[in-house]
């Protein structure tokens, strides 16, 4: 059975994966940034397997990872190392290569290059030489988790790694306290379990979280609770192994108090007495900090009293 990658319009030339034979194209000089599996080698996509093969080498964070990676698909392509202790000449010669017309192609240990990654500097390079940089898309550990948490998705802040020092991370962690959006967190295993209590502390006991170990691997696991209950596990349990990586909701919102829902009301019959309901919700809402819908529905509750007693 063949079936045709689509990569645009470029010269053909022959890889076999899981013995599918496949059509891979020769690729136009310029860097090209494939993802890669972050565990399991079957999340490959066609796309990412044709460039690999295509290129004329591959530079890779760790060779050895890389390696096991071509290996399993028979691509043969050379490796090169490049990794954060490459300097600029390093990335000069790249830059080189690819003005004499050579295809490279960027990975990273596991996911997508550039995250949590030191394939940024060489990205740049490229751009600032007008040299083309091509994304393949494909495995993130980022996304995998935020879909395995269970949080929600419409708005999320990526931090990546925490300071590794107790004071810098709880510092840190105040200023992400107050993001409207779901943290997502790479993580040490022997760090999680401190890491996880300084959350609890610093970002409230009661924030709904989850850490992902070993995503799309044999032994994944995504353990879900509040930090308060999941650092409590961590705790006595101890370090789990593997890859890690934690999300964090945002906090729950605390129901008003008597004595705030009192003094909304006090704020919206002053209001209401000069103006419509909608601009005096609008008004009360800027003031107090109160949800506007939360308000709206209040001042409409309010006049329509009023004009029942009336």
């Known amino acids: 059975m063949t079936d045709r990658i689509d990569t645009g319009p470029r010269g053909p030339s022959t890889y076999t994966a899981f013995g599918l034979a496949a ?18 080698l079957r999340d490959v996509t066609f796309r990412a397997l044709a460039t690999l093969a295509a290129a004329d080498a591959v530079l890779a964070e760790d060779t050895r990872v890389t390696r096991t990676l071509l290996a399993h698909y028979g691509i043969t392509t050379p490796l090169v190392a490049y990794h954060e202790h490459s300097n600029a000449a390093v990335r000069e010669r790249m830059v080189e290569r690819m003005k004499g017309g050579e295809a490279l192609a960027l990975v990273s240990d ?39 948490a269970g ?3 419409d708005r999320f802040f990526f931090e990546g790694f925490l300071p590794q020092k107790s004071g810098a991370r709880r ?36 924030r709904p979280a989850a850490v992902a170990r070993e995503l799309t691997k044999f032994y994944e696991t995504v353990r879900r609770g509040t930090l308060a209950s999941l650092s409590a596990t961590f705790a006595e ?25 009192d003094a909304l009301d006090a ?6 007495s ?15 900090g109160r949800p506007r819908k939360v308000v709206y529905t209040r001042a409409l509750a309010l006049a329509r009293r009023t004009d029942a007693d009336g």
Request: aromatic content about 2%; proline content about 11%.
């Open 23 to 40: 059509e891979a194209e020769a690729l136009p000089a310029g860097l090209h940034v494939v993802a890669t599996p972050i565990g399991n």
């Open 110 to 148: 596991a996911g997508t290059p550039l995250v949590s990654d030191p394939g940024f500097k060489l990205v740049q390079a490229a751009i600032e030489a007008g040299i083309p940089v091509t994304p393949i898309p494909g495995p993130s550990a980022v996304m995998t988790a935020i879909v395995a």
């Open 151 to 153: 949080l929600p998705t």
């Open 171 to 206: 510092n840190r962690m105040e200023a992400l306290a107050g993001i409207p959006g779901t943290l997502v967190l790479f993580e040490s295993p022997h760090r999680l379990p401190e890491m996880l209590a300084d959350a609890a502390d610093i970002l409230g006991p009661g």
């Open 237 to 261: 349990e101890g370090a789990p192994k593997g890859e890690v990586v934690v999300v964090i909701g945002t906090a729950p919102e605390e129901a008003p108090t008597e004595a705030e829902d």
């Open 267 to 272: 704020a919206l019959t002053a209001a209401l």
């Open 274 to 288: 000069r103006h419509s309901i909608k601009d005096a919700a609008a008004l009360v809402a800027e003031e107090t």
